[in-house]
């Protein structure tokens, strides 16, 4: 048996109940195949890869709160340290009722390379809880974010682990995370990021992990003797990332046509209008249905057919596996000629391979949506030096990395003879880079 497949066969064993985090850890082990096989003897030697799976620390605590009615509820809270030879742990928080340790591990997981990937000293974390803000009153929120960093901030700190917003925690959650945060400890630092700007927060976090998407796709479409400008895009989910997607594919002259969240999708033929679903969605927290009932030119249908409209660009912005075989042919009839992924993994294993089979150009969400990450670090830098950059020099920062990304994504692919294919490219010009540290850190 390789390598690869007696660590994937550990995995599989050790971790039982845990498919997200399985199938993440057998993506990324397919794609790195040549390369752990051209080192295999040295990587047995030193136990890389049993290392490599293995969370360095994963804390699990009880998250009690009390509630309008004035009942107790308990949700559980978790925080994975899985990697830390490039630098501070590094990664989101995220509440939804989903939310358990196998998933927070894909995620951590993937956050290693995807941190390694920017550039920037990030290692790879995760966390979250199984708390659903949905429909929950702000005092709500802020008492369960209180008692959810009461138990977090024994484990983080501005060099420790810097968590960040995710799924279900934008700027209010950070906001009251931070506060609780700073109460406690009597710390004023950078130990959370997303934060508003009068309190340390960075121009541009808010939509960098949409900007950087649209950035790696420009760069992959103008590679690839195509451009942005005209194309037809269809977005999965309303919430951050698929917002701000929207923003800079519409200000670089692509037409959106289609957006979602957990409950349908709305089509609008005639473009989507931004401001209407920014007020929806931002400022009532409320439901995408409701643009349909405000625009004419609209229809929404309930369920998740998103990717059966036409397009010639999907970007899935939503969640895990949202995308799966049937859409990706659906795509290919349509005549969809790229995809690039604003969530984490939201494309199934079966559909990334018809995807890549068929033509289609594919940005996994490991490069594509590093934006967010990295701007995160970047906000790490301000908050170390007091200092705020302004809106134009983050985002040429942000632009910066997003090329660095794709190039060196393309350029791992075409040294190991799979030019094109981006996911082993983006697998392996992070990994690189991580193991050459925990190559130099010894057995730890
Ligand atoms: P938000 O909570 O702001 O928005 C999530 C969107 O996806 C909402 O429209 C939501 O719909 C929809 N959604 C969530 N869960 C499901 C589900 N199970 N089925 C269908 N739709 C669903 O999250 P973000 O935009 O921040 O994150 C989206 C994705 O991007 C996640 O995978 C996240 O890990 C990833 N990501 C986010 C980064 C960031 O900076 N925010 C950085 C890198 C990756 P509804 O409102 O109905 O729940």
């Known amino acids: 048996m390789s390598y690869t497949d007696e660590i994937y066969a550990r995995v599989v064993e050790q971790n039982p109940g845990e498919p997200e985090f399985h199938q993440a850890v057998k993506e990324v082990l397919d794609s790195l195949k040549l390369v752990i096989d051209a080192n295999e003897k040295e990587y047995r030697a030193m136990g890389l890869l049993e290392r490599l799976v293995e969370p360095e620390r994963i804390i699990s605590f009880r998250v009690p709160w009390v509630d309008d009615k004035g009942q107790v509820q308990v949700n559980k809270g978790y925080r994975v340290q899985f990697n830390s030879a490039i630098g501070p742990y590094k990664g989101g928080l995220r509440f939804h009722p989903s939310v358990n340790q196998g998933i927070l591990k894909f995620l951590g997981?993937?956050?290693?390379?995807?941190?390694?990937?920017?550039?920037?000293?990030?290692?790879?974390?995760?966390?979250?809880?199984?708390?659903?803000?949905?429909?929950?009153?702000?005092?709500?929120?802020?008492?369960?974010?209180?008692?959810?960093?009461?138990?977090?901030?024994?484990?983080?700190?501005?060099?420790?682990?810097?968590?960040?917003?995710?799924?279900?925690?934008?700027?209010?959650?950070?906001?009251?995370?931070?506060?609780?945060?700073?109460?406690?400890?009597?710390?004023?630092?950078?130990?959370?990021?997303?934060?508003?700007?009068n309190y340390g927060g960075s121009l541009v976090r808010t939509q960098a992990t949409g900007y950087g998407l649209v950035y790696i796709l420009d760069e992959m479409l103008t590679h690839n003797g195509q451009s942005l400008a005209?194309?037809?895009?269809?977005?999965?989910?309303?919430?951050?990332?698929?917002?701000?997607?929207?923003?800079k594919a519409q200000q670089l002259g692509a037409k959106v046509v289609a957006m979602s969240d957990s409950n349908g999708y709305v089509y609008d033929p005639e473009g989507i209008k931004l401001d209407l679903v920014k007020e929806i969605k931002e400022?009532?927290?409320?439901?995408?249905?409701?643009?349909?009932?405000?625009?004419?030119?609209?229809?929404?249908?309930?369920?998740?057919?998103v990717w059966t409209i036409a397009c010639d660009i999907a970007l899935p912005c939503a969640t895990q596996n949202e995308l799966g075989l049937e859409d990706a042919k659906a795509l290919k009839a349509n005549g969809c000629i790229a995809v690039a992924e604003g969530a984490n993994m939201p494309t199934t294993r079966e559909a990334t391979?018809?995807?890549?089979?068929?033509?289609?150009?594919?940005?996994?969400?490991?490069?594509?949506?590093?934006?967010?990450?990295?701007?995160?670090?970047?906000?790490?830098?301000?908050?170390?030096?007091?200092l705020s950059w302004s809106f134009e020099e983050v985002d040429e920062k942000l632009k910066g990395i997003m090329k660095d990304i794709y190039r060196k994504a393309a350029d791992a692919a075409e040294r190991y003879g799979v030019a094109g294919n981006y996911v082993a490219g983006a697998n392996i010009a992070g990994f690189e880079k991580v193991v050459d540290a925990m190559k130099a850190q010894g057995i730890v």
């Open 353 to 386: 391979d018809y995807i890549q089979e068929n033509g289609i150009m594919f940005m996994p969400g490991k490069a594509a949506n590093a934006g967010g990450v990295a701007t995160s670090a970047l906000e790490m830098s301000q908050n170390s030096m007091r």
């Open 283 to 305: 400022v009532k927290r409320g439901r995408i249905k409701e643009y349909a009932d405000q625009v004419a030119s609209a229809s929404y249908t309930d369920g998740k057919g």
């Open 109 to 197: 997981f993937e956050q290693i390379f995807k941190n390694s990937l920017t550039g920037l000293p990030i290692g790879g974390g995760k966390g979250g809880s199984n708390f659903d803000p949905k429909g929950k009153s702000d005092r709500e929120v802020m008492a369960f974010c209180q008692s959810f960093m009461t138990e977090l901030s024994k484990y983080i700190g501005a060099d420790q682990d810097v968590p960040a917003g995710d799924i279900g925690v934008g700027g209010r959650e950070i906001g009251f995370l931070y506060g609780q945060y700073k109460r406690l400890t009597g710390l004023y630092e950078g130990v959370l990021t997303g934060k508003g700007l």
């Open 230 to 247: 005209g194309k037809t895009v269809v977005v999965s989910g309303s919430g951050n990332v698929a917002i701000y997607a929207v923003e």
